[in-house]
């Protein structure tokens, strides 16, 4: 069964920092991009990054670009994204998404997200 | 960065009835559009890609049309499992992002 598998979200400081993991299981992890999709409580969906299967290529958003580092190794069918000096706003479930077909054709398969909290 | 529209917010329908949701891109991305569907506590589904090809194991009843700068999703005939939010996503232009949603609730 195809399958992602978040965890390393919690309850942390404003300016703190969080690694968050995706393990990937059923498919050839290194063939395809991963992406972090957040959603805040109540809100919608935010793309916050992506990296290429051999992961030579990344993109950020900008509400999150010098703070939070996306990264992965193949060996161990793993996805992370370091999180760091966080705010308030990045209060959300992360999501960890594969890219159907290189990095076009939407997000086909999701886990079931992480929930970071950013409170004092 | 290319803000996707979705209309209405809230769409009021009955079972069996059809259901046309609508999403607006401010600049062209091309056929490059997907829809998801998403339930309370669950994480997003697939539902369309490529503006009208349907995911591995979507009925038939849910179907995408457009091109460019205005999409529509619809749905056929509403069946009790299909009353969730729905967002449509543009993957032609980096960032990737998506409009604000479409609750779909029963009338």
């Known amino acids: 069964e195809v399958q992602l598998l978040e965890s390393g979200g919690g309850l942390v400081q404003p300016g703190g920092s969080l690694r968050l993991s995706c393990a990937a299981s059923?498919?050839?992890?290194?063939?395809?991009?991963m992406s972090w999709v957040r959603q805040a409580p109540g809100k919608g969906l935010e793309w916050v990054s992506v990296?290429?299967?051999?992961?030579?290529?990344?993109?950020?958003a900008d509400s999150v670009k010098g703070r939070f580092t996306i990264s992965r190794d193949n060996s161990k069918n793993t996805l992370y994204l370091q999180v760091n000096s966080l705010r308030a706003d990045d209060t959300a479930v992360y999501y960890c998404?594969?890219?159907?077909?290189?990095f076009g054709k939407g997000f086909d398969i999701w886990g079931q997200g992480t929930l970071v909290t950013v409170s004092s | 960065e290319i803000v996707m529209t979705q209309s209405p917010a809230t769409l009021s329908v009955s079972p069996g009835e059809r259901a046309t949701l609508s999403c607006r891109a401010s600049?062209?991305?091309?056929?490059?559009l997907a829809w998801y569907q998403q339930k309370p506590g669950q994480a997003p589904r697939l539902l369309i890609y490529?503006?009208?090809t349907r995911a591995t194991g979507i009925p038939a009843r849910f179907s995408g049309s457009g091109s460019g700068t205005e999409f529509t999703l619809t749905i056929s005939s509403l069946q009790s499992e299909d009353f969730a939010v729905y967002y449509c996503?543009?993957?032609?232009?980096?960032?990737?992002?998506f409009g604000q949603g479409t609750e779909v609730e029963i009338k």
């Open positions: 490529d503006t009208s």
């Open positions: 996503q543009q993957y032609n232009n980096w960032p990737r992002t």
């Open positions: 059923g498919f050839t992890f290194s063939n395809y991009a």
């Open positions: 600049q062209s991305v091309s056929s490059n």
């Open positions: 998404a594969r890219h159907s077909g290189n």
């Open positions: 990296l290429s299967g051999g992961s030579a290529t990344t993109y950020y």
